[in-house]
């Protein structure tokens, strides 16, 4: 598995942009980079993933650099409700066998 | 909207009782798994399943086994429930696809074994 590192924890302003990083950097060439978050006393929740390109839904935005060893996921205009631990993922190619580390505890404040 | 649901919410057993955690998703999805969630140690795979009928080792899956008997219903067995057993039991499915990383989780059961 590609071993992802990220801050234990971070601060951010509600209606600010809360950026997110995670380095990544033995990732292999066909592994996607996934982001799932998980609030308090509930089941962790898909975000978003990405191969190399660029992504964005509803929920967030990810930006993979363009050497893949690391990324950040930004949310763009945090509110309270977003105070959650953000997990990066990147599980081997073709499996689901997800390894969920200690992830980054973001706090938004009013 | 998918829903993965997970049987009990909370679960107080007592050491040595036979312990059933039930788990069903509806979105006909192929993959299943258990997982269980302890402070400072994150999330850790117990046991998973790609298939029915199938099961496959996850990283922690001493003490435990599961049964897949329908595509819907995944289940996590403690046959000894132990006290270093009680944690949060988190189960999710996903669909069979290349890119296999998007989980959808139940809201997890938590488990305390006096």
């Known amino acids: 598995d590609a071993k992802t590192t990220q801050p234990p924890s971070m601060d951010c302003a509600e209606g600010r942009a809360a950026n997110l990083p995670c380095n990544h950097s033995?990732?292999?060439?066909?592994?996607?980079v996934y982001w799932y978050r998980q609030i308090h006393s509930q089941g962790p929740q898909y975000i978003i993933h990405?191969?190399?390109n660029n992504e964005t839904n509803e929920m967030a935005s990810l930006i993979i650099t363009e050497d893949r060893k690391s990324s950040t996921l930004i949310l763009p205009h945090a509110t309270l409700r977003d105070t959650a631990v953000y997990y990066c993922i990147v599980p081997p190619y073709n499996t689901d066998k997800l390894i969920f580390g200690t992830g980054t505890r973001l706090q938004v404040f009013p | 909207d998918v829903k993965v649901t997970q049987s009990s919410r909370y679960l107080v057993k007592r050491t040595g009782e036979k312990v059933f955690l039930e788990c069903v998703q509806d979105m006909d999805h192929e993959n299943m798994f258990w997982y269980r969630q302890d402070p400072g140690l994150g999330l850790r795979l117990i046991y998973f399943?790609?298939?029915?009928?199938?099961?496959e080792k996850g990283d922690i899956p001493e003490g435990y086994s599961v049964s897949r008997e329908k595509k819907e219903r995944f289940s996590l067995i403690l046959e000894s429930a132990s006290t270093n057993q009680t944690s949060m039991y988190l189960c999710?499915?996903?669909?069979?696809?290349?890119?296999?990383?998007?989980?959808?989780f139940g809201e997890g059961s938590r488990l305390t074994v006096l």
């Open positions: 990405g191969l190399k």
């Open positions: 999710a499915s996903s669909p069979r696809t290349e890119s296999t990383g998007e989980l959808f």
């Open positions: 033995t990732i292999s060439g066909n592994e996607y």
């Open positions: 399943s790609y298939d029915v009928k199938m099961k």
